[in-house]
């Protein structure tokens, strides 16, 4: 079975951290996306990665950044946590290039920042 | 502007009734794919179908049936008999080039006993 896991299912953090949000996925899939999920706005895409160490930008990529080092592992750090940035956070691949492609997702992060 | 219009925000029924979800895209490819995905409580977003804009041909898996219409730019998902177990958030998407899957809002489906 198709796996993507998200590390952690509830996260707070304080204003002004730096957050960590982890995904792995089990399927060497070439593609790998961060998502945000607030109520009346869907899925937003936060940022994409085809390759190791490569990233796109997505529709709201201000203030997040990503990190691929491995082809399993899509990291979406948050630099300095602010209130807004309270939401779900999603993280799905998808096997390659192409528009389609259906992606998989991981079962969510809820991050709530104080 | 906002690519995949869901205009329902919430649906509610009760058990056997039918219920349509409605879902309008914008784009100017002649070459796009259009999905549905179910976020159940759990949280996961699962995938449903899939259908690419050269195929118009309805489709019907079990008690899940979509219809296609490029004349009118819609992908609307129709659960016949609906059951409690349906209940969940429904997301339409649309992918007009690689790595880019834009979603809708989401219409949130509650069946009840």
């Known amino acids: 079975d198709v796996k993507v896991t998200q590390s952690s299912r509830y996260l707070v953090k304080r204003t002004g951290e730096k957050v960590f949000l982890e995904c792995v996925q089990d399927m060497d899939h070439e593609n790998m996306f961060w998502y945000r999920q607030d109520p009346g706005l869907g899925l937003r895409l936060i940022y994409f990665?085809?390759?190791?160490?490569?990233?796109e930008k997505g529709d709201i990529p201000e203030g997040y950044s990503v990190s691929r080092e491995k082809k399993e592992r899509f990291s979406l750090i948050l630099e300095s946590a602010s209130t807004n940035q309270t939401s779900m956070y999603l993280c799905a691949s998808s096997p390659y290039r192409g528009r389609e492609t259906e992606a998989f997702f991981g079962q969510g992060t809820r991050l709530t920042v104080v | 502007a906002q690519k995949v219009t869901q205009a329902q925000t919430e649906i509610s029924v009760v058990e056997k009734e039918d219920v349509t979800l409605d879902c309008v895209y914008e784009t100017r490819d002649t070459t796009y794919y259009l999905f549905w995905y179910k976020q159940p409580p759990s949280g996961e977003l699962v995938f449903l179908i899939r259908r690419n804009s050269f195929d118009e041909q309805n489709e019907i898996s079990g008690r899940y049936s979509w219809n296609f219409q490029k004349s009118t730019s819609s992908f609307n998902f129709t659960i016949t008999a609906s059951q409690v177990v349906d209940s969940a958030v429904y997301f339409c998407?649309?992918?007009?080039?690689?790595?880019?899957?834009?979603f809708g809002a989401g219409t949130r489906l509650t069946v009840k006993p």
């Open positions: 998407a649309l992918s007009e080039w690689d790595n880019d899957m834009r």
């Open positions: 990665s085809y390759d190791v160490k490569m990233k």
